[in-house]
Nanobody, 114 residues
Framework: VQLQASGGGLVQAGGSLRLSCAAS????????MGWYRQAPGKEREFVAS???????NYADSVQGRFTISRDNAKSTLYLQMNSLKPEDTAVYYC?????????WGQGTLVTVSS
């Protein structure tokens, strides 16, 4: 499966963006899908994940500001990001874990200016 992330851009602090991640084929709702990010000079870190039948998981740093969701009919994963902060600046990657194998999207850059 191929994942295509989009929706990044430049936004002022306090603003919002919605990221999308489109899969090249249908992905079961039981598959865990998530968002990760990598800031310049830092390691990639977990942001949020979602799986049917379970509550979404969020990193403490984004809890209450970001919302992960998915449209299974469209095989698309979303990340709604509100109240953005300069420290949210990073390349955001989507991921699907299918049968113990991780599939990554190519990343989309989010830049938050102060």
């Amino acid at each position: 499966v191929q994942l295509q992330a989009s929706g990044g851009g430049l936004v002022q602090a306090g603003g919002s963006l919605r990221l999308s991640c489109a899969a090249s084929r249908t992905i079961s709702s039981s598959v865990v899908m998530g968002w990760y990010r990598q800031a310049p000079g830092k390691e990639r870190e977990f942001v949020a994940s979602i799986r049917s039948g379970r509550d979404p998981n969020y990193a403490d740093s984004v809890q209450g500001r970001f919302t992960i969701s998915r449209d299974n009919a469209k095989s698309t994963l979303y990340l709604q990001m509100n109240s953005l902060k300069p420290e949210d600046t990073a390349v955001y990657y989507c991921k699907a874990k299918i049968e113990s194998e991780n599939y990554w999207g190519q990343g989309t850059l989010v830049t938050v200016s102060s």
